[in-house]
């Protein structure tokens, strides 16, 4: 529905969308005039002068880009646990250039590169359709999409190679090469819409390459993937235990370090005050907080004067002023 005039799943269904409103009674509910009008006049304010509308009754109760899709989850087959993990290998896009398909996108493996472990399943399936507006560029019979999967020996080219030459796409695919010898197979033109591998599993490490051939455009779009299987415990698994072990190590050296430093400073601290409190019981104090100078302290003078010295027996004597 292109209006938000009016609730359109308010007690509506598609057999009350007439584009004119009155089965919908849009008059009782919300007042419009009904039928409705290519460019109606309507009175807003209630004054006698009316103003156009630019309603197109043809477009009114239409619905643009119908993006609904219906789909279906399968449960687990009999066999594979709860914990078990199941990947998907899709196809989206459609047929047409990157302008045609806009907003939506050309055809394109998703995800273009799938990354699993030993053990993990994988789903390999895709749908399409054989009504594509009649004018969009593609190869093939016009109007249909198709795709299939063929090895490749790198991601970079363009030529694939045989099954054979590849072990691990031997191993992946060898359950997607169902032969069909009926009708035209080399566009896949009479292959069917929709395809479906069933759920496999990766049973060793490596990594494989593949293209669909009918829609791997050289000059124009390429629909390529690729497929990493790692061992349970990756390398990069690997790499994040040492480097965790690592740090884990600096961190117990560190608080090694800390305790020992600590240990020291304290025992430092310790001997310190006990030289202080020996040295204040024998008459030494510290000067300026440093620790290792002491100096005796003479006892004060009981007067401001100086007393004269008697040195009659060495000679003439002047005796000191007062200070």
Known sequence: ????????????DYQQNDRQGEKLGLTEKYGYEAPFTN???????????????????????????????????????EGV??????????????????????????????????????????????????????????????????????????RTMVYPTSIHNISLAKNAFADLYEPQYRGSIDE?????????SGLLQASKSGETHFLCTRNNDFSNRQQKGTIVVEDTQSEADYIGIIVGSIAAAFVVAAIITAGVVYA?????????????????SRGFSKLHDEPSVARATAPAPTSSTVSPVDLSEVGSYTAPTPV
């Open 81 to 154: 646990l709860p914990t078990a993990k199941i990947h998907n290998l899709n196809v989206e896009g459609k047929r047409g250039n990157i302008v045609q398909v806009f907003p939506g996108v050309e055809y394109q493996f998703a995800p273009a590169t799938l990354n699993m472990k030993v053990g993990d399943y994988y789903h390999v399936q895709w749908s399409g359709s054989n009504n594509n507006p009649g004018n969009n560029d593609g190869n093939g019979q016009a109007q249909t999409d198709r795709s299939n999967i063929a090895p490749l020996l790198s």
């Open 39 to 77: 460019n109606p006049q309507v009175d807003p304010f209630g004054m006698g002068f009316t103003l156009q509308l630019a309603i197109n009754t043809a477009q009114y109760g239409r619905t643009f880009q119908d993006r609904s899709h219906l789909f279906s989850i399968r449960p687990r087959p």
């Open 264 to 280: 020291i400073r304290s025992r430092s601290a310790s001997a310190a005050k006990a030289n202080a409190a020996t040295d204040n």
């Open 1 to 12: 529905i292109t209006t938000g005039d009016y609730k359109a799943w308010d007690g509506a």
């Open 188 to 196: 896949l033109n009479d292959a069917g819409t929709y395809f479906s």
